[in-house]
């Protein structure tokens, strides 16, 4: 068995009105912590060294596809050219589904995930 511990709560961005989402880590039924609950052990790292200043970053990669499928922006049957262009695009003509990501951010920034 897996146990859901919140840590956790923030408004729901998409239902909105009194709803939430709970953010939980994964404890084992022995009261340890499950092998892929990462989060558990950072978050007691930068308890144990609370007196630094972290830098870090975290990404949210997603590739979005079609009906048919295949990756939105990709020639049909072949891949596209260099990272370059694609991977973390920015800019007008950069971003293929633009507004799906902007919803993904504005979402975020309405739970107060920052």
């Known amino acids: 068995d897996v ?8 408004p729901d961005p998409f239902r909105r009105g009194d709803n939430i989402l709970v953010l939980c ?23 144990t060294h609370a007196d630094e200043h972290f830098w870090f970053g975290l990404e949210q990669e997603y590739t979005l ?23 973390c695009g920015v800019g007008t003509g950069k971003v293929h589904c633009r507004d799906i990501v902007e919803a993904h951010y504005k979402a975020c920034l309405y739970a107060g995930i920052n």
């Open 3 to 10: 146990y859901l511990r919140p840590v956790a709560i923030y």
């Open 25 to 47: 880590e994964t404890w084992d039924s022995d009261g340890s912590p499950n092998k892929y609950n990462h989060r558990h052990e950072a978050a007691r790292l930068m308890r």
């Open 65 to 87: 596809l079609g009906p048919d499928g295949w990756p939105y922006g990709w020639p049909k049957g072949g891949f596209p050219g260099a990272q370059g262009p694609y991977y």
